[in-house]
Each structure stands twice: as C-alpha cells, then as structure tokens.
T-cell receptor, first 114, second 115 residues
Framework: DAGITQSPRHKVTETGTPVTLRCHQT?????MYWYRQDPGHGLRLIHY???????DKGEVSDGYSVSRSKTEDFLLTLESATSSQTSVYFC?????????????FGNGTRLTVT | AQSVTQLGSHVSVSEGALVLLRCNYS??????LFWYVQYPNQGLQLLLK??????LVKGINGFEAEFKKSETSFHLTKPSAHMSDAAEYFC?????????????FGQGTTLQVKP
C-alpha cells in the first residue's frame, strides 16, 4: 500500500458544474499523476506533477486543470464538467527516483456527468 | 513516440490452461516495460517490470514476461490459469526523462477464466 487516498470515490454531477477530485499521499513522494480510464482506451494521462507548484500536461488535458500547493495533495479540477468527462479517474505516485520506477495507483474515483 | 498495443481486448481460457496476453511496444529508446493487473472496482497493481538485464522477468502470482527486442514484444504468460486470475491486464511503457516518468498504457485485455 503506497498510502494513496482518492476522494470522493463516487460522484454524480450535472453538465456545466465544476468538480474537484482530490488525491492525497502520506509518504511525501515528488511525482504524482492523474489518469482517466475508459473502455477501449486503457489509461490516459491527464496531468502530472513533479513537485509543489510544478505541473505539466498529459495527452488528454483539455478541460482539466490541476494544482499542487502541498507535497501530499494533488487536485484535479473539471472547470465545467461535460458528459465526455464521465470516466474513472486514477491518481498515481512514483515512489522511486528513476524513470524505470513503477507507478502506484489509488483506488479511483468514478465520476458520472449527467 | 512511444506506444503500446495489446492484441486482443478479451481472452478466455479454461482453468489450468496456459495464459498468454500479448503486448507490443514502439519506442525510439530502450524501453522500460510494465504489466499491471486490475481487479473489479480497484486500482492497478504492479505484476512485474522489465528495466535492464535478464529478459525473462518473473512477477507476482506466478506470472512472467519475456522482453524480445527483435519482436518489440513483452508478452505476459502464466503456465496454469486460476479462477482468481480473472481481471483486466494492462501493459505499459515508461516515457520521458527522469523528471517525468510517465507511463503510456495499452488498451487493456480482459482475462476470463472458465471452470
């Protein structure tokens, strides 16, 4: 267990509303990632962070923003949710220091946009 | 650019039969490769990884994978399937520098194990 907590675990929201998902880690690792999982697409990277206030875009970043004001928390915000953002969102951390280090995943947040 | 292709979105085997899940990658640099497993309503769990050295990698739960550079493949195998192996499996390749360590995932393969 890499000490990753995602909240909420489930959320239903309406189109056009803002939504924030939280990822919390207990071990002060530097690298954190947000992925979304959709059938037929596997997991796709939304944004990632390599330190406090250091973030960058992934392959599917449109419509999403992130913030990392503390090492332990990485927030994902949907500014105005759309039905295409209905998905399962996973936070991950990298516990090692090299690019060959695996990622460790949280249990996910299932988001439904109606 | 790096990419991963998993051949077959669904694989069905009988309990006790060989499990073979196929993964091919594309990478312009020596790849770091991973297999993850996902059980229903859970996150992904690392099965095994290849970084350098021995091309046959052993992982948890009796799984292993062989890195074949000439075939750009990293297929996952298990000699004898168990009912508890039913899950979704993802192959992934690490991209970027040590400052990013991003993983690119394949589309996933759902393994069904029949009694």
């Amino acid at each position: 267990d890499a000490g990753i907590t995602q909240s909420p675990r489930h959320k239903v929201t309406e189109t056009g509303t803002p939504v924030t998902l939280r990822c919390h880690q207990t071990e002060n690792h530097r690298y954190m990632y947000w992925y979304r999982q959709d059938p037929g697409h596997g997991l796709r990277l939304i944004h990632y962070s390599y330190g406090v206030k250091d973030t960058d875009k992934g392959e599917v970043s449109d419509g999403y923003s992130v913030s990392r004001s503390k090492t332990e928390d990485f927030l994902l915000t949907l500014e105005s949710a759309t039905s295409s953002q209905t998905s399962v969102y996973f936070c991950a951390i990298r516990t090692g220091t090299g690019v060959n280090s695996p990622l460790h995943f949280g249990n996910g947040t299932r988001l439904t946009v109606t | 650019a790096q990419s991963v292709t998993q051949l077959g979105s669904h694989v069905s085997v009988s309990e006790g039969a060989l499990v073979l899940l196929r993964c091919n990658y594309s990478s312009s640099v020596p790849p770091y490769l991973f297999w993850y497993v996902q059980y229903p309503n859970q996150g992904l769990q690392l099965l095994l990884k290849y970084t350098t050295g021995a091309t046959l990698v052993k992982g948890i739960n009796g799984f292993e994978a062989e890195f074949k550079k000439s075939e750009t493949s990293f297929h996952l195998t298990k000699p004898s399937a168990h009912m508890s192996d039913a899950a979704e499996y993802f192959c992934a390749v690490s991209v970027g520098s040590s400052n990013t360590g991003k993983l690119i995932f394949g589309q996933g393969t759902t393994l069904q194990v029949k009694p």
